[in-house]
């Protein structure tokens, strides 16, 4: 099965982290929680999911993964900066691996640079800031742009969950 990289940072979107997750783990996928600083607890916006990083960003290759996840609310906002996460998904995309980003998680592929001349959708207030970052935006459940799965909010994560398993 594969290796697959979840990004988080506090705040991040309960349901969005928790579906995708269980769901890959049920498959037999295997998943690490990759963020800044291994061994610390983030919690949710919701506060209905807690997880502890497995691996800090800065000591992870992202040629050991055959895709990423990014779930959203704050935690995408808590991770854009970091330039190590930047690499790391810059590198996926590179090796066209699949990059799945639900709700503001593709803020951190605009950060990066990858949205130019991709069709996207995200959480619908960012729609500017993706079409400013190069995209065309497309407000559907699910859209697939050749290695990137882009989902709007938590009530589209059958269709994300969908189209992720088909990638990997």
């Known amino acids: 099965m594969s290796k697959v990289a979840f990004l988080l940072a506090d705040q991040f ?3 969005e982290m928790q579906v995708p997750y269980d769901e890959l783990k049920k498959a037999g996928h295997d998943v690490d929680i990759i963020g800044l600083q291994k061994g610390e607890t983030v919690k949710g916006k ?12 800065s000591e992870v290759n992202a040629a050991d993964y055959d895709g990423v996840v990014i779930p959203g ?3 995408p906002e808590g991770l854009r900066l970091d330039q190590d996460i ?8 590179t090796a066209k691996k699949p990059i799945a980003a639900i709700c ?3 803020q951190i592929l605009a950060s990066a640079n990858l949205l130019q001349g991709r069709t996207i959708t995200s959480f619908p207030p960012l729609k500017d800031d993706m079409v400013n970052a190069g995209a065309t ?7 697939v742009d050749g290695n990137f799965i882009t989902s709007r909010t938590p009530k589209d994560e059958p269709a994300f969950v969908r189209e ?3 990638a990997l």
């Open 86 to 93: 930047l690499k790391f998904v810059t590198e996926v995309n």
């Open 104 to 106: 503001h998680g593709p």
């Open 46 to 57: 919701n506060g209905k999911e807690e997880y502890t990083i497995e691996k800090a960003i």
């Open 137 to 143: 935006f497309e407000d559907g459940e699910a859209i």
């Open 73 to 75: 609310g704050s935690s």
């Open 13 to 15: 979107e309960d349901s």
């Open 164 to 166: 992720i398993l088909k």
